[in-house]
Structure formats: structure tokens, C-alpha cells
């Protein structure tokens, strides 16, 4: 076979080769460690498939020959199968595959694509001939069929799970998320899996469709097979078998890039420590430039994976449900470089590549042993000690997920107290830990400059007893004019600061009236007020992660399976819960500002204060209802972390027009905001912890 010949493969044949199925010519595609994971979202894949099933090319793969010298960068170290590297269109393989996927037949959350029958929708905001459809573990319901694919209503939600399974219109909120198998795409009107499809014989088809249909017990299956029966589809029907005819035609073109691309540039040979860029580099960079932007993460992740496909699998199997895989890299190779280089904020291709091309080959056997050796224990170890056994005051995932991702530099200094303390097992100065954990990550705004010196004085201190009063030293004594811990303000100031009063002019009243409270208390101390208090309140007003840890034990038990180290599942518009509005937004925004408390209520609507996390499928349904029309359970309200005191505040929904239902709207939002910092204040003894020190 010629290295460099290009292929013509159809596309079922590129969807057999993640069972290790090679085409008719010979060609098994795999993904090398440097590419990039899952990144196409719901309405790409969709779009692709109405490509598919219109006949509009959907452009070329890249392929190059794995040889000898190469092979060791195949992607599934358990498969040594393939022949040919996918340098590019790894997105499109992975869509291909989906839609002729076999539909589960087992407990999985895997997605699946499908097939609306009827073609008679019309929507403005779509210019797809045929209605794919595709079901995902966040979205078990599907998407809506705009272009865009935008999230469903939950509207529709509501009504089709209540078909499925009768629930009482107030118990949504304790409904388990069905799997995707489970149900269908909700906004269709006779869906059917594509494999169904694409698996059926040109001469028989229909017949082989309902050979599938025929004894399945779901409703989709039945409308399906009466979609089939009806002679009023015909046209519809040969319709739809043309395009599976068509996409059972399509081939895609791969071209096939050489060998020498994996070879060392003249750039590198000429000079290893230049910062110049390998052949294979500028290859991946140029094409995914095409394609799905990937962040300068992601790339560099891709790039070192490169060079050292030895550890690729621990840092991927390590970094399952606690971050990105690239993430976890970086933190590895800043601990292990730590010894000559500190807690060095970011390593960039050009830095890894001159540790693997440099003579001296100490760097790079520092990283391989510690990811090695030691990464799985000091990952295990850190996770063990923010989760306190999923229990009381352990963080919930996606707090900790959220440490790793938005404060590396805090992550960092944990991995490295677990690396260079492995008997720390004292449960006191664990929550002591965590609790700081969380302030750094929440109120401190230079943590590398933070990190950096704490981890400078770490390196002298043998007794890990010290290690708390270490940070909470540096927090007070940094080099910057900051000290953080006059952020570190009691629930007593707070309710002084943040004052409120019936007998005040409220229409008069902004959170920027706090720092006339806190002046008349100090005295004339504007930059300790700038620096320190409003930086707190924006922080207290505004954090959702706050609110996420007041209401952990909920979130804990009501979303068990969900993971947010999965990029896909990070996004907000793909995790199980949004953000509620308590007292229904729509009795305050879009109203004339001529309603006298109107501005005033602007200032809580969209606070901590007025916000709950609740289970997607429940939320933003029925909005202008009536607060506890929407909480008729008290179970509801603990859920939602409101105490008995603050519901009145929230029941009433005049509170723009009426002076005293403004004050205790406010009121139970003050309330509700202090109590939500108290939770982390009070749970992680921060008050005894600073006297102590």
C-alpha cells in the first residue's frame, strides 16, 4: 500500500472502526494521544447528519500511517490495531459512528441519534431538510429544532414526563433523571433511533424497520410502526429512504499526510532549545484552527501528550470526575518541576519541549516518576480530603472540579501538602485546610503571588502542624499591600453593615449605602472599604458557589452521577440545575421604574439571597407563580435553604409598589445571604481559627 495515497471510505465503514473493523481498504483509523477529546456540541452533530442525509459533502479526514516509530502515541493503549492516525476530523468520525451506533440495551447514559418521521415541521430559525434529533445523559429529552439546537423548554419537559410517568405538577423537583434510552427526543413527533435505519436492507427496508419496532413496548415505537402502516406517508416514507440510501452512499474523502511529519523540524534540529515548533505542531495547530477552536489548555495538553505518550493514560485515568485531563498535566508537571523551579504558574510548549529535547534529561524524568509513582496517591489523597467521605462538610464535585479549573494555584498548593505529607491524617487540620481552601478560592484575587510564597515557607517546615499557621500567616503578611484576611468579616458586622430599616427612605437605599454603615462605624477608612469590605459583599451577593455549598447536602443526593470534570458537562447549559429566582424575577425586571420600590427590589432579585439551585426540569416552569404556590412542600423550602423566618418574605408578590412587602422581600434576602456565608464560616470554625491565630 502507497504511504501517501489518499482513500475514498464510506462512511460505515468509518463508523465500524471504533470496533476495530478496518474498510475495504484496509484502513483503521485511531486517534493518537495528541488529539484533542469530545468537543462538538448537540447542533453540530445534528447538522452533520442532515448533510449526510442530503448529499452535501461534509469535507475530507486527515490520516497519516502509523509506523514503528509513531506507534507508541496510539490514543487506547489496548487497542494496537489501527493502521492510521486521525490527525483531523475526529469530531465528524465520532458523529458518523453515533448515528449507527446499536440503540442500548443495557443501563448506560450513552447518546443517541434519531430520526424525526415526520417532515411536515416548519421553523423559521432552521434550514434542515430532515429532523435529527439527538439525546444525551444532560439532555435525555433531546433539544429544541432551531439550528442552534438550544435547550428545551421546560414546558415541554414537564408535559411529556408527566405522559410517561404521572407526577403531581409540585413534585418535579424529586423526579429521577431518566437515562436516554429510557425516553426519546421531546421535541418530535415520531422519532425513531437512526440505527434502526441505517441497519435495514435496501430491498426490504421497511420491513427490516419494523422487524425492530415491532415488539418494543415504548410509545415511540408504536407511532413509529403506525407511521410505517399508514399509506398516507408514502411519499414520506420513500422520502426518508432515499436519504438513508444516500448516506449509506457517502464517502469521505481521507487524505493521507506523510510519515516525515512526525519527524523533528529544522527548527528543533538545529537548535533543540530554540523555541521553534516540530512538523507534527504546526500540523495539529493548522488544521484545529479549521475546525472547533480549542483552548490554549487543551493545545498544550495535546502538544505534551506528544512528547510523552508514556503517562498519558495515568493522567487520563486520574483525572476522570475530578477535572480536564489537561489540567490535571499542568498541576503534575508544576509539582514535580516544584523542587527547582517552585510552584511555577503555567508550563507552554515551548517550555516542554526544551525539557524532552534537552541533554539534561533530569526534568523530564521528574515528571514521568511523579506521575508515575506518585500522582495517584496525591490526587486520591487531596480528593479524600476536600470530600470528607461525601458527608457533613465535604465539598460536592463540582466544587472541587471548580478549585482545579478556576484556581490551579490553590489546587497546586493542595497536591503539593498531599505530595509532601502523605501521613497528614489529623481530620482538624484537614477541615482547617479545606476551609482556607475555599477562601483562597473565593476571596483572594492574586492567589499565585499568594501560593508562591506559602509554598516557599512550606519547603522549611518538616511538621505538617504548621502548615495552617504557614498560610494563614502569608494571607495576613504578603508582598502585595493586601491583607486578605480583612475579607474574613463575622455574620455581627455584616448585619450591622448591610443595614436596613422599615422606618428608612428604601427607595433611597443601593448595596452602595453599605460603606456610608461602614464609615460611620471606622471612621474615614475609604481604601480598607474598597479593598477589603465591597470586594466581600460582591463576593457574598454574587458567588453561586456559595450557594452551592449551603445547599451540598441536596445537590449531593438529588445529582449523584453528575460529573463535572466532563468538559460537555461543565457548560451551565448542560448541568442538572440552574439558578431560580425564589420570588419570581418577573414581579420585578421589565417593570416601570414609576413602581416607588421598583429599583429598590432590583438591588436583591438577582442575589445569592434570591437564588436557589434546583433541578432543571422544574425550574423557570410557571414563573409568574406565586413563591409558595411553587413550594407547597415544606421539604421544598429546606431543599432550597430558606428558614422558617424568611418565607414570608418571598410569599408575597407586591413588592415593588408596597413599602413594607419591598422591606420584608429585602429582609429575608439579607437574611438568606448572611446565613449562606454563615454556612461556610460557621462549618469550617473560621472565626476560632483566626483567633487561634
Not at 512526525?262 to 532549545?273: A, K, L, T, V
Amino acid at each position: 500500500m502507497n504511504d501517501q495515497k489518499n482513500f475514498i471510505i464510506p462512511i460505515y465503514e468509518v463508523a465500524n472502526w471504533p470496533k476495530g473493523e478496518k474498510s475495504t481498504e484496509g484502513v483503521l483509523g485511531e486517534v493518537p494521544i495528541l488529539q484533542r477529546g469530545l468537543v462538538w456540541d448537540q447542533a453540530q452533530i445534528e447538522l452533520l447528519w442532515d448533510s449526510i442525509l442530503r448529499g452535501i459533502p461534509i469535507g475530507s479526514i486527515v490520516l497519516c500511517k502509523i509506523n514503528d516509530s509513531i506507534k507508541e502515541q496510539v490514543k487506547d493503549k489496548h487497542s494496537q490495531h489501527g493502521t492510521h492516525f486521525i490527525l483531523d476530523g475526529q469530531q465528524r468520525c465520532n458523529a458518523i459512528s453515533l448515528g449507527f451506533k446499536e440503540f442500548p440495551t443495557k443501563d448506560t447514559n450513552d447518546s443517541i441519534l434519531w430520526l424525526d418521521l415526520d417532515n411536515s415541521f416548519k421553523n423559521p430559525y432552521s434550514t434542515r431538510e430532515f429532523l435529527v434529533r439527538l439525546t444525551t445523559m444532560a439532555h435525555p429529552w433531546g433539544f429544541n429544532k432551531s439550528d442552534d439546537a438550544r435547550r428545551l423548554g421546560v414546558g415541554i419537559i414537564r408535559a411529556e414526563i408527566s405522559k410517561i410517568k404521572p407526577i403531581p405538577s409540585d413534585d418535579f423537583a424529586n423526579i429521577e433523571r431518566f437515562k436516554p434510552y429510557e425516553i426519546f427526543p421531546f421535541d418530535s413527533k415520531i422519532p425513531i433511533p437512526m440505527s434502526f435505519l441505517l441497519s435495514a436492507d435496501e430491498n426490504s427496508f421497511w420491513e427490516d424497520v419494523i422487524k425492530l419496532l415491532v415488539n418494543r413496548k415504548e410509545s415511540w415505537a408504536a407511532l413509529a410502526l403506525e407511521f410505517i402502516d399508514n399509506d398516507k406517508n408514502t411519499e414520506n416514507k420513500k422520502k426518508i429512504q432515499q436519504a438513508i440510501s444516500c448516506a449509506l452512499k457517502t464517502n469521505i474523502i481521507a487524505l493521507n499526510v506523510p510519515e516525515t511529519l512526525f519527524s523533528i523540524s529544522n527548527q528543533e534540529n538545529s537548535d533543540p532549545n530554540k523555541e521553534g515548533i516540530t512538523n507534527i505542531e504546526h500540523l495539529f495547530q493548522r488544521l484545529n484552527r479549521q475546525g472547533t477552536t480549542l483552548d490554549g489548555e487543551e493545545l498544550i495538553y495535546s502538544m505534551i501528550k506528544s512528547y510523552f505518550p508514556e503517562i498519558a493514560e495515568n493522567i487520563d485515568s486520574l483525572s476522570v470526575k475530578k477535572m480536564p485531563s489537561s489540567k490535571l498535566l499542568q498541576l503534575s508537571i508544576r509539582i514535580a518541576l516544584s523542587h527547582k523551579n517552585g510552584l511555577k504558574s503555567k508550563y507552554n510548549v515551548s517550555q516542554i519541549r526544551r525539557i524532552t529535547t534537552s541533554l539534561d534529561i533530569s526534568d523530564k524524568d521528574s515528571i514521568i516518576n511523579f506521575i508515575k509513582v506518585d500522582l495517584e496517591r496525591v490526587v486520591s489523597l487531596v480528593d479524600k480530603w476536600m470530600s470528607n467521605g461525601d458527608k457533613d462538610w465535604g465539598l460536592i464535585p463540582v466544587l472541587k472540579t471548580s478549585i482545579a479549573i478556576s484556581s490551579p494555584d490553590v489546587y497546586c498548593l493542595l497536591m503539593y501538602i498531599a505530595w509532601k505529607y502523605p501521613l497528614l491524617e489529623d481530620e482538624i487540620i484537614i477541615k482547617k485546610l479545606i476551609g482556607i481552601t475555599l477562601f483562597m478560592h473565593w476571596f483572594v484575587d492574586d492567589k499565585n503571588e499568594v501560593i508562591d510564597i506559602v509554598f516557599n515557607d512550606l519547603k522549611s517546615i518538616d511538621d505538617y502542624s504548621d502548615i495552617i499557621e504557614c498560610i494563614i500567616f502569608r494571607l495576613k503578611n504578603n508582598n502585595s499591600t493586601l491583607s486578605y484576611l480583612k475579607r474574613l468579616q463575622n455574620v455581627e458586622f455584616l448585619e450591622r453593615i448591610i443595614n436596613i430599616d422599615l422606618g428608612d427612605d428604601l427607595t433611597r437605599w443601593r448595596w452602595s449605602s453599605c460603606k456610608v454603615n461602614f464609615q460611620r462605624e471606622n471612621g474615614d477608612k475609604e481604601n480598607d472599604y474598597d479593598f477589603y469590605i465591597d470586594p466581600l459583599l460582591a463576593r457574598i451577593k454574587g458567588n453561586r458557589e456559595l450557594l452551592l455549598y449551603a445547599q451540598r447536602h441536596y445537590l449531593r443526593e438529588r445529582f449523584p452521577l453528575y460529573d463535572p470534570a466532563r468538559k460537555d458537562l461543565w457548560k451551565s447549559i448542560n448541568r442538572p440545575w440552574d439558578f431560580d429566582h425564589i420570588l419570581p424575577a418577573v414581579f420585578v425586571r421589565g417593570k416601570w421604574d414609576s413602581n416607588p420600590f421598583k429599583r429598590f427590589c432590583d438591588e436583591w432579585i438577582n442575589t445569592n439571597g434570591n437564588l436557589r439551585a434546583w433541578p432543571f426540569e422544574d425550574n423557570r416552569s410557571e414563573q409568574a407563580k406565586n413563591t409558595s404556590d411553587k413550594m407547597v412542600e415544606s421539604v421544598y423550602w429546606q431543599n432550597s435553604f430558606i428558614s422558617e423566618n424568611e418565607k414570608n418574605g418571598y410569599s408575597d408578590n407586591e413588592v415593588i409598589s408596597n413599602n413594607e412587602k419591598a422591606y420584608n422581600f429585602a429582609k429575608s434576602c439579607k437574611s438568606r445571604l448572611i446565613r449562606i456565608y454563615k454556612e461556610w464560616y460557621d462549618t469550617f470554625d473560621i472565626q476560632e481559627l483566626l483567633i487561634e491565630n
